[in-house]
């Protein structure tokens, strides 16, 4: 199992642009399917993008699509989260999970990080 630890949040101002890395520890890194989440203050935590273990396809949350790109390099245990044109409700807590592809539209999340705070000033 790994253990991830993200770094890159910060605050920015709205139509700024921050990347967001996750790093992982562990042998078995490139086996699995890789996401960003996030949770604002007093909302449940909501999906973000996911990109397959081996970096070839990647799904993104429609209030983000267009603006935020995930990538992975497996090589080094890694995954970013680069995201432009940030606006306000883009603040939230910003999680990296790592995990396995369940059937139909299901995905399970096994390991999380601590998460990394990201606030957008207007």
């Known amino acids: 199992q790994v253990q991830l630890i993200e770094s890159g949040g910060g605050l920015v101002q709205a139509g700024g642009s921050l990347r967001l890395s996750c790093s992982a520890s562990g042998r078995t890194f490139s086996s699995y399917i890789m996401a960003w989440f996030r949770q604002a203050p007093g909302k449940e935590r909501e999906f973000v993008a996911r990109?397959?273990?081996?970096?070839?396809?990647?799904a993104y949350a429609d209030s983000v699509k267009g603006r935020f790109t995930i990538s992975r390099d497996n090589a080094k245990n890694a995954v970013d989260l680069h995201m432009n044109s940030l606006r306000p409700d883009d603040t939230a807590v910003y999680y990296c999970?790592?995990?396995?592809?369940?059937?139909?539209?299901?995905?399970?999340?096994?390991?999380w990080g601590q998460g990394t705070q990201v606030t957008v000033s207007s």
């Open positions: 999970a790592a995990g396995s592809y369940g059937g139909g539209s299901r995905y399970f999340w096994s390991t």
């Open positions: 990109i397959t273990w081996s970096g070839d396809s990647a």
